[in-house]
C-alpha cells in the first residue's frame, strides 16, 4: 500500500490520479492534503511541500508528477506511457505539455497574488502568451500529439492541461483559437480516468 498526497485543484496531482485509474495501479491511497498548509507527512516525505507525492509504508517517496507516472508505467503499465526506447521528439512533445501546465499553474499563482497588491503585469502577460503560443503550436499540428491513436503521457498531460485551462483560465478561450484540439479533447475527456479526477 502506498499513499499518494493530492489536492481536488492540483493538475500536477491529477495527472498522477488520471494515471492511477488508467493503468489500474493497485494499492494506492488517496489523501487530500494542502500544500499551503504544510502538513508534517507532506514536508517530511517532500522537502519542496508540493504535490503530488506517493509515499510508501517505508517511508520512502516519489515526487514530482513525471517521476510518478513514469514509475506506475514502468511497473504495471508495460511502459505502454512512455514506451520503450526514448523518442526524443515526443521528450519535447511531453515538456511542452509539462510547460503548458506550469503556464497555467504560474497564471493562477499570479491571480493569487492580486489579494496581496503584488501581482505583475509583466508575467501575467508571459504566462498568457506562452500558453497562447503552446495551444496554436499544437492546433497548427506542429508536434502529432493529437493524431496518435491511444493514450500517450503527453497526451494524458494535455487533457490535463487544457482541462485546468477550462477551470482556472476560461478567459483565454483556448477553445476557439484551438477548434480541432478542441474536437479531440472534448472526446478524449470522456474516459473515466478523466471524468473521475475532475478538478473542484
Ligand atoms: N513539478 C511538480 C510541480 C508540483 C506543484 O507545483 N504542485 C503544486 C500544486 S498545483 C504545489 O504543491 N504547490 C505548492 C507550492 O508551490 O508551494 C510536479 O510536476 O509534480
Known amino acids: 500500500m502506498a499513499t499518494l498526497l493530492y489536492s481536488l485543484a492540483s493538475p ?3 495527472i498522477a490520479r488520471a494515471v492511477i485509474r488508467y493503468l489500474n ?3 494506492i491511497n488517496e489523501v487530500i492534503s494542502n500544500p499551503f498548509e504544510n ?3 507532506l514536508v517530511e516525505a517532500n522537502p519542496l511541500a508540493k504535490i503530488p507525492c506517493l509515499i510508501f509504508d517505508d ?3 516519489l515526487f514530482d508528477s513525471e517521476v510518478i507516472i513514469k514509475y506506475f508505467d514502468e511497473k504495471y503499465g508495460n511502459n505502454k506511457l512512455f514506451g520503450e526506447k526514448i523518442d526524443w521528439q515526443r521528450a519535447a512533445d511531453f515538456s511542452m505539455v509539462k510547460g503548458l501546465v506550469d503556464s497555467a499553474v504560474g497564471l493562477r499563482q499570479e491571480q493569487m497574488r492580486e489579494e496581496e497588491g503584488v501581482r505583475s503585469r509583466f508575467w501575467t502577460e508571459r504566462f498568457e502568451d506562452a500558453i497562447v503560443r503552446a495551444v496554436k503550436h499544437i492546433e497548427a499540428k506542429k508536434s502529432n500529439l493529437y493524431e496518435v491513436s491511444g493514450l500517450s503521457a503527453e497526451q494524458l498531460v494535455l487533457i490535463c492541461a487544457l482541462d485546468y ?3 482556472r483560465h476560461p478567459h ?3 477553445q476557439s483559437r484551438a477548434p480541432q484540439l478542441a474536437k479531440w479533447a472534448n472526446k478524449q475527456i470522456q474516459k473515466s480516468c ?3 479526477t475532475q478538478p473542484k
Open 12 to 14: 500536477y496531482a491529477r
Open 165 to 167: 485551462l477550462d477551470f
Open 172 to 174: 483565454l478561450n483556448w
Open 39 to 41: 502538513n508534517a507527512n
Open 194 to 196: 478523466f471524468l473521475e
Open 59 to 61: 517511508h520512502c517517496a
Open 25 to 27: 495501479v493497485p494499492n
